[in-house]
């Protein structure tokens, strides 16, 4: 598979967690003139359970696509998985079949998705199925993982790490996350992690804000 050096490629579970994990990346890189697509597991139908699962899905849809907007991503693409249920056979084989068409089409030189330690059970299903795809598929090109629920990490310390300095697309980041206006509970508690996060790697990037990614691949 021959890589497009400036193809760039997001793997999530829920529709807010790729502008969590990376949204200062992603305005980065497509500020630099990359192709940056985004590709969600599930619709998060589970996201409100006071609205019909349908009536919330294309709420999060909507909301994932103008927060895409803002980072100046490319296309958001979203696989209809069950939540909670991504390593059932039947999802897991869908899923698989979906990423290797979809990693074949954009050929991306580097993916970003979930750590494997992640606390949520959707976040590490999909760590670990994007994996098995990587390694069926040859994948010749570099998967960097990032945290979403783990406030620090200190037990991915030995995987390589990728600064990117996001002083100048920070506000991107935080204007985005405002666009999950129906995941305001539990986008909320993520929010002071996330910018600590963000702040600490930023002071060890010689910046003011840093999102931290660990090659995983």
Not at 175 to 197: D, G, H, M, N, V
Request: hydrophobic share 40%.
């Amino acid at each position: 598979m021959k890589l497009r050096k400036k193809s760039i490629l997001v793997i999530v579970a829920h529709s807010d967690d790729q502008i969590l994990g990376a949204g200062g990346t992603i305005a980065n890189y497509a500020n630099k003139g990359y192709e940056v697509n985004t590709i969600i597991f599930s619709f998060g139908e589970k996201g409100n359970p006071w609205f019909k699962e349908k009536v919330t899905s294309k709420i999060r849809v909507l909301e994932a696509k103008e927060a895409n907007k803002i980072v100046k991503g490319n296309e958001v693409r979203f696989f209809g998985l069950e939540e909670e249920k991504f390593s059932a056979p039947e999802n897991k084989k869908k899923a698989k079949d979906m990423l290797k068409r979809f990693i074949k089409m954009y050929k991306p030189s580097r993916i970003f998705t979930h750590s494997p330690d992640d606390f949520h059970k959707d976040h590490r299903d999909v760590c670990s199925i994007l994996l098995e795809t990587a390694k069926e598929l040859n994948y010749p090109g570099e998967i960097f993982c990032f945290d979403v629920w783990n406030p620090f990490d200190l037990k991915k310390q030995e995987y390589p790490k990728l600064y990117i300095n996001i002083d100048k697309t920070i506000g991107l980041k935080i204007k985005a996350l405002k666009e999950f206006k129906s995941q305001k509970l539990a986008i909320y508690p993520l929010l002071a992690p996330t910018l600590i996060r963000n702040i600490i790697g930023g002071l060890k990037n010689k910046g003011l804000f840093a999102e931290v990614f660990y090659k995983i691949y």
